[in-house]
């Protein structure tokens, strides 16, 4: 079956710096990617819609300027945590679509000390 | 390792009840979730049954926890057409340095027929 691969699986970083997320699509092309985060003891939330080849989609609420977002082949989605804070620490999770399927990364554990 | 398992695909007439059923492994669970995608668009969070409730009623939705059997099912009743898009049961990990991270099963498709 289709398979989504999201590196690192586990990240800690220090305040201040950046930190990359690749979201690949191993043996499908994905022309769109959600990101989502998690936040403790709380659901999923969408952050924002990947689109190849044109910027990405933000939800409310979510500051693009700090969590960039770059589709620059069909195949890889990556996001960027710039300037990471201690309360920026959270699971992070990428999903491709495949016609009416969906499909996850493993997920990005990302610790800010 | 953890994992989740539920099946691909259940077809239901509209007005009827549909049941999405769910498997996981890891028994230390804090919270279980449902989600719906509808084609194109990001998850949604449906509901979500802490580990200590047998069920949840939410509306047309009931959640059904067995934590013995570690079974998880989501009923919809009166389903709408509106309704057809893929569920995803998770789970959330409590594995060594996974504590917290969600685990998806591969998510089921309901297709509502009029």
């Known amino acids: 079956g289709a398979v989504v691969s999201q590196h690192p699986s586990r990240v800690i970083c220090k305040s201040g710096t950046s930190v990359k997320i690749e979201c690949r699509s191993l043996?499908?092309?994905?022309?769109?990617m959600f990101w989502y985060r998690q936040f403790p003891k709380k659901s999923l939330m969408l952050m924002a819609t990947s689109n190849e080849g044109s910027k990405a989609t933000y939800e409310q609420g979510v500051e693009k300027d700090k969590f960039l977002i770059n589709h620059a082949s069909l195949t890889l989605s990556t996001l960027t945590v710039t300037s990471a804070h201690p309360e920026d620490s959270s699971f992070y999770i990428c999903s491709a679509d495949l016609g009416a399927e969906a499909f996850f990364g493993q997920g990005t554990r990302l610790t800010v000390v | 390792g953890e994992d989740v398992e539920q099946s691909l695909f259940l077809s239901v007439r509209e007005g009827d009840s549909s049941v999405i059923n769910c498997t996981y492994t890891?028994?230390?669970?804090?919270?279980l979730y449902w989600y719906k995608q509808e084609p194109g668009a990001g998850l949604q969070l449906l509901t979500y049954?802490?580990?200590?409730?047998d069920m949840k009623q939410d509306q047309r939705l009931t959640v059904l926890l067995n934590k013995k059997d570690k079974h998880l099912s989501l009923r919809i009743a009166d389903t709408q057409t509106g309704d057809s898009a893929i569920y995803f049961c998770?789970?959330?990990?409590?594995?060594?340095?996974?504590?917290?991270?969600?685990?998806f099963g591969k998510g089921t498709k309901l297709s509502v027929k009029p």
């Open positions: 998770a789970e959330t990990s409590n594995y060594g340095g996974s504590q917290g991270n969600l685990i």
């Open positions: 043996d499908f092309q994905a022309t769109t």
């Open positions: 049954i802490f580990s200590n409730m």
């Open positions: 890891d028994s230390s669970s804090t919270y």
